[in-house]
């Protein structure tokens, strides 16, 4: 088995590359020093030279404010350049698992989505992800799309990350409390994906960690373990006005891993205090 990895620069491409070499799988970590997914040749050039029996596609356009007023630039990474990656896979054989999110969802209701449940995007971004999985089942068969949500790993920025920053700050701080949903830690997500793309279980799934929470009660639990006493004050999304709606209801079903025979991730509190491990020394 040979795998591309693309976004090797981000957060979860960077721990699915560490992930495979933990499992001693040959892989190659890439990113736009090695070529853009947006140019359809580069792209197949590239992949054909490396030629691998699967592509896991991490890398996006992932600045969800920014994509409201730049569209067009957010449509050509998500939309074109997950096309282009599919095309490359099929012409090669390969499979690739395509990372999606949970702002394909309107985040109506209470209940947990399901992956065959009606999508509704708000945003740009949300929009530009949905129609890469598109984009993904047009050009092959050979395909694992896997939603996730509130994704925080080593590398590169994150809502822990800022919130430690923040409380060290601040005695005070007002979070959303009124978006329900996963976090989501890379090491964890990368294991779920290390473990998919060894099947020939195709098809569409959730992938975060257990359990659900508002992003102030993740606050709450980030100020607890990262020893800061700062106050978390929970206000609702429409006092803390942002370019991009978000959904309120991210809660994704986990049904379809049971279904599947693939394990559940640990608690997001069980996550999060790992990462809390991996951080020491890094910036706290
Ligand atoms: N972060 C979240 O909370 C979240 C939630 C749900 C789903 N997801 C999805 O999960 C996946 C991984 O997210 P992440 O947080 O790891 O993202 P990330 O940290 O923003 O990393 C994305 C990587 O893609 C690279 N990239 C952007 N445009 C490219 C291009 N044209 N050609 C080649 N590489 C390009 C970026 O490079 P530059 O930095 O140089 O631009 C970056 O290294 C994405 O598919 C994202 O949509 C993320």
């Known amino acids: 088995m040979k795998v591309l990895v693309t976004g090797f620069n981000g957060q979860l491409g960077y721990d699915v ?16 020093q090695d070529f853009d997914i947006t140019d359809r040749e580069a792209t197949i050039k590239f992949t054909k030279e490396y030629s691998p029996d699967a592509i896991v596609h ?27 990656l599919a095309l490359a896979a099929s ?23 399901e992956v065959n449940d009606p999508t509704a995007p708000k945003s740009v971004y949300g929009r530009t992800k949905l129609e890469g999985e598109d984009a993904v089942k047009r050009h092959t ?28 700050e601040r005695d005070e701080l007002n979070v959303v409390c009124d978006q329900i949903g996963s976090p989501t830690y890379t090491p964890d997500l990368a294991r779920l994906i290390c473990d998919l793309i060894m099947t020939e279980k ?9 359990n659900f929470c508002s992003w102030a009660e993740f606050a709450a639990m980030i100020m607890t373990l990262g020893g800061r006493k700062t106050k978390i004050n929970p206000i609702l999304s429409s006092q803390y006005p ?10 994704l ?7 599947a025979g693939i394990d559940r991730l640990p608690t997001w509190q069980n996550a999060l205090g790992r990462y809390m491990e991996e951080l020491k020394g890094d910036l706290i």
């Open 253 to 259: 079903s986990k049904a379809c891993l049971d279904r």
């Open 17 to 32: 590359v560490k992930e495979l070499e933990s499992r001693q799988i040959e892989c190659i970590g890439t990113d736009l």
């Open 141 to 168: 068969d050979k395909y694992f799309i896997v939603r996730t949500s509130w994704v925080f790993g080593i590398n590169g920025n994150n809502f822990v990350k800022t919130m430690l920053r923040l409380g060290a």
């Open 91 to 113: 012409q090669l054989g390969a499979k690739i698992l395509y990372v999606s999110t949970d702002y394909v969802y309107g985040g109506e209701g209470e209940e947990p989505f």
């Open 242 to 251: 942002a370019k991009a709606a978000r959904p309120l209801n991210s809660r």
């Open 58 to 84: 991490c890398a996006a356009y992932t600045a969800v404010d920014r994509a409201e007023d730049d569209e067009e630039t957010c449509r050509r990474v998500n939309v074109d350049g997950s096309a282009n």
């Open 202 to 210: 195709y098809g569409t799934y959730h992938g975060t960690n257990e």
